[in-house]
């Protein structure tokens, strides 16, 4: 079902039915409460919508099976409400019965894991939205001045709200228009789009220029041209930006036809001071963990038990975790065979792991 090839183009030999070896060794390490059975610095999957439930399935890559974390509040939380991951490891919730909204950090069982935000009114929003986080909310030098994003997915529409808010402000914006066949157009959206140093950076219509979104206080667009822009074999491009360690990064994902059959990846940096993508093959001891719907962050390798100098990738809808290493170019595939049909999934990150 799966054919996966070397970043040379050589087929690594690995296919959907071979499941690949333990990603990593080392011994995760438990929160003292033995009913809290998540590994503290282990990121886990949320996966949403599964076949027959609207309450999601707790997934543990390391250990290859759903697992129960033994916490009403927030199975309570995920279900039935509009839920959205951030990077950083909190986690946007919309509550519709209760007209609430809050950012919760599903591993903190205190009052400190619960930060409570104005309601977000719209009620009709995609779970494949994109939520950002300007800062860590959590810092109080930083609680302020957080930007709490939702970008949604088809439209030129974000909603956005600072800590201390009493509103959401719903914003339309217009970064050009897209020409399709048959003299149709479409509005380009800021899609894929990621944090980094309290800016939003996003690639909304091609390599040769780098969308930027800041608020003062109000949204302000503008773009930095790009110098020896990326080119590549014709396909079909999957792109995800993300930060890591303060520094903007982007992953290609490059297939065929077929988004699930991945023939060449890629990781650029940006250089903002040259203003071009540098193409790295070192990301020393981080494990950039990916989604579908544009989904990116950055964790320790060495603590969350995870292989460095990889790339995790997990495809919800075929059950698979696609490993990609940096480094070396080679690819391997880890079925998922115990977790349920779902449309979505969602990574919680330990907020520590993430710094």
């Not at 839920?83 to 919760?104: E, K, N, V, Y």
């Not at 396909?235 to 023939?263: A, C, T």
Request: net charge negative; proline share 5%; glycine share 8%.
């Amino acid at each position: 079902r799966i054919c996966l090839h070397l970043r040379s183009g050589q087929v690594s030999g690995t296919t959907a039915g071979t499941r690949s070896a333990t990603i990593g060794t080392r011994i995760p390490r438990f929160d003292s409460d033995s009913s809290y059975r998540i590994a503290v610095m282990t990121p886990y999957l949320v996966l949403k919508h599964a076949t027959g439930s609207d309450q999601p399935v707790f997934f543990c890559i390391s250990e290859g099976k759903a697992i129960d974390i033994d916490d009403g509040r927030v199975i309570g939380e995920l279900t039935n409400n509009n839920c959205w991951a951030t990077p950083q490891g909190w986690m946007l919730i919309r509550d519709g019965l209760s007209s609430t909204t809050c950012l919760l950090d599903p591993r903190n069982r205190t009052d400190t894991g619960k930060i409570s935000l104005p309601h977000l009114p719209e009620e009709n929003l995609s779970t494949y939205c994109t939520c950002l986080l300007s800062e860590y909310p959590d810092d109080p030098a930083q609680h302020t001045s957080c930007i709490v994003l939702l970008v949604e997915t088809h439209l030129p529409v974000i909603w956005y709200c600072r800590i201390d808010d009493k509103n959401w402000t719903r914003h339309e914006y217009d970064i050009g228009t897209l020409n399709l066949c048959g003299g149709c157009t479409e509005k380009l959206v800021i899609s894929p789009i990621t944090a980094c140093q309290g800016k939003f950076y996003f690639n909304g219509g091609g390599f040769d220029e780098l969308g930027v979104l800041e608020f003062c206080p109000a949204p302000v667009f503008s773009s930095i041209k790009i110098r020896n822009a990326i080119t590549g074999p014709p396909g079909l491009r999957k792109v995800i930006m993300l930060e890591s360690e303060q520094e903007l990064y982007m992953v290609s994902l490059m297939s065929s036809y077929n988004l699930n059959v991945v023939h060449r990846f890629s990781v650029h940096k940006m250089d903002f001071v040259k203003e071009e993508w540098r193409e790295v093959h070192d990301i020393g001891d981080r494990s950039f963990l990916l989604s579908s719907w544009y989904f990116g962050t950055s964790c320790s390798a060495t603590e969350c038990g995870l292989e460095p100098n990889c790339l995790y990738m997990v495809y919800a809808g075929i059950k698979c975790l696609m490993i990609f290493n940096v480094r070396d170019g080679t690819t391997k595939v880890q079925n998922l065979d115990e977790a349920p049909s779902s449309r979505q999934a969602l990574w919680v990150m330990p907020l520590a792991a993430h710094a």
